[in-house]
């Protein structure tokens, strides 16, 4: 057998090794028939019965995920959106009325409907959103199998063997069906580092790489892998000497990952004394179990906007306080930072489609504060409720997107008359909750002395600060390979912001992805900053970073980072400060 390599995203680290099980791709078998007019009734019901069944699917895989704490909480949202999709006339119903009009199989009639709706999201300006023709393309294979007479999910893998999956695309609801069987790695024609099968996939910490293009095409049945997922590298039948350095390098993976649970219980401490918090980010209630494995010092953020994505209505304020309140308490004293909805550019509640709209740049449009100071109803109803959440823990409120002194002024006046509401309510809460504001615009980290008379605490986003310092789009795949955390403007940046919070004893964090990768540990302390927020599963490995690091002897390096426009010079100190 020919070994090669196959190239792609890697949008979930670590290596897999083990056989190809391919998942067919209904949507590439369809084929066109004439169907007698005497038979037309009868292939509208085919249609008809092939959607109940897929809706009893997704019901059952819903049961499954209820009853299992193991699934992570986002799946919920991924089948709600599909239930949306199969529901909406404008693909249950249109492919009937196809094949009554054409007389055309249900097969047909569907995929050309399908076809019809990706057009529509084509046009579609928000990246985020555009990108949802995915879940069209999910359901409707769901439905074609059954038509087609095919399993709704895989066989079940070879006790004896690791199987990675290999597809032209992967559904959520796939997934949870597939998460049985213990599968090694994922292995997709499409997707991007936004794609569900890249979220899907760094939740169950398991290794994905994506658009690969025509791996599907490629990779045969059987055929041995082994999936890089941090090196974005798949390769198809690899000799015994490859085989044989995957297996080690495997195995110190494994073992590197058994030592660093070991350090969950150890303060973060630098060895010149520096203590360090290691907070986590969350997006829904359900992530706090992997918060407490971690052994953070609490939740640094918890993307409040989730609660409000991928569901039919919006949360009311006894449904998002009794969020709220379940990890405050499930907390026991340890802080939780809840930053206010962050709607608009890459997410969206269609509930709100009359209140928004499609915007020509939405990262640049009407979007987290912006959105919630020109909505004062939506915004009450959710300091309302973290005000309440905080009488059951130590509750702080973050504001996503500041520019101006006028958007730091009316958010606070909005939380006291939150909080004049509740008092007339008799509804009791922390009446000093902290108020802090997110540095993620270049104007913000410019003008931070404004902020700082103002505000309790700091947190720097630093996903959002590249791109808008960049002008870099990194949802677009085109330019994201531009998106630079080490570019010297950036470093400026946080050095700014970094240093001017500390100087004026004004807590400050970084919550971006910037905190996870362990490559800027070390530089991230150098510039004073004592404050980490990342994704649980990366606490363990930045915590070990930490105590292995000496500020002492790596801010003269930084320092000198700080000086340098050389693109090299700074990989290279960067280098120096991490060997």
């Known amino acids: 057998m020919v070994s090669f390599a196959l190239h792609g ?29 005497s038979r037309v009734d009868e292939e509208i019901a085919r249609l008809g019965y092939a959607i109940d069944e897929v809706q009893k699917e997704l019901t059952a895989l819903h049961g499954t995920m209820t009853r299992s704490g193991e699934v992570p909480g986002e799946f919920g949202a991924f089948l709600d959106v599909h239930w949306m999709i199969l529901n909406d006339p404008t693909l249950s119903e249109a492919p009937r009325k196809i094949i009554a009009e054409q007389r055309c199989n249900a097969e047909w009639a569907l995929t050309q409907q399908m076809n019809v709706l990706i057009e529509q999201f084509e046009q579609i300006e928000d990246p985020y959103l555009r990108e949802r023709k995915a879940d069209v393309v999910q359901v409707v294979e769901r439905v074609l199998k059954r038509l087609m007479g095919k399993p709704g ?19 959520p609801a796939d997934v949870i069906g597939f998460k049985q069987h213990h599968f090694a790695a994922f292995l997709t024609d499409l997707g991007g580092v936004t794609s569900h099968t890249a979220i899907v996939a760094r939740s169950l910490a398991v290794p994905a790489v994506v658009a690969t293009h025509n791996a599907r095409q490629m990779i045969h049945d059987g055929e041995l892998l082994i999936v890089d997922g941090t090196n974005h590298v798949v390769i198809v039948n690899p000799d015994r000497a490859v085989l044989a350095e995957y297996r080690l390098k495997q195995s110190e993976l494994e073992l590197e990952r058994q030592k660093l649970k ?10 010149d004394g520096h203590a360090v918090e290691l907070h986590a980010n969350i997006e829904l209630p359900g992530d706090l179990a992997q918060v407490q494995e971690a052994g953070a010092s609490g939740v640094g953020l918890f993307r409040s906007e989730f609660l409000y994505l991928n569901r039919i209505g919006l949360p009311g304020e006894d449904e998002q306080f009794e969020a709220y309140r379940a990890v405050a308490a499930g907390l026991a004293g340890k802080p939780v930072t809840i930053r206010t909805f962050d709607l608009g550019a890459d997410k969206s509640h269609e509930g709100l489609a009359g209140l928004t709209r499609v915007a020509p740049n939405p990262a640049l449009g009407l979007r987290a504060v912006r959105f919630c100071l020109a909505e004062p109803k939506l915004f009450l109803t959710q300091l309302r409720a973290i005000l309440r959440a905080s009488h059951y823990g130590r509750v702080r409120i973050l504001i996503p997107m500041l520019a ?46 404004s902020f700082l008379d103002r505000l309790d605490f700091l947190s720097v986003g630093t996903n959002d600060l590249i791109q808008y310092t960049l002008a870099i789009d990194r949802a677009d795949e085109t330019v994201s390979h531009l998106y630079d955390p ?17 100087r004026a004893k004004v807590p400050v964090a970084v919550c971006g992805e910037m905190a996870g990768e362990t490559m800027f540990t070390r530089l991230l302390l150098g510039l004073g900053l004592r404050d980490f927020s990342m994704h649980p599963a990366h606490l363990p490995a930045v915590k070990q970073r930490v105590l292995t690091s000496d500020v002492s002897a790596i801010k003269p390096i930084v320092d000198r980072m700080r000086r340098t426009d050389s693109p090299a010079k700074l990989a290279a100190l960067l280098d120096k400060i991490n060997a």
Do not use: N
């Open 9 to 37: 995203v890697g949008v979930s680290g670590g290596i897999a090794i083990g056989r190809a099980q391919l998942v067919s791709h209904a949507t590439l078998e369809v084929s066109h028939y004439t169907v007698p007019a």
């Open 153 to 171: 999910s895989l066989p079940g893998a070879v006790a004896e063997e690791r199987t990675i999956v290999v597809a032209h695309d992967l559904s």
């Open 262 to 271: 070991r350090l969950r219980g150890k303060p973060a401490q630098t060895i």
């Open 404 to 449: 101006s002194v006028a958007e730091v002024d009316a958010t606070l006046a909005m939380i006291e008359q939150a909080k004049e509401s509740l008092r007339e309510r008799g509804e009791p809460f922390d009446e000093s909750v902290p108020v802090g504001g997110m540095i993620e615009i270049p104007a913000a980290a410019l003008a931070m002395g």
């Open 486 to 502: 080490l570019h010297p403007a950036i470093i400026r940046l946080l050095s700014m912001a970094i240093g001017d919070a500390v």
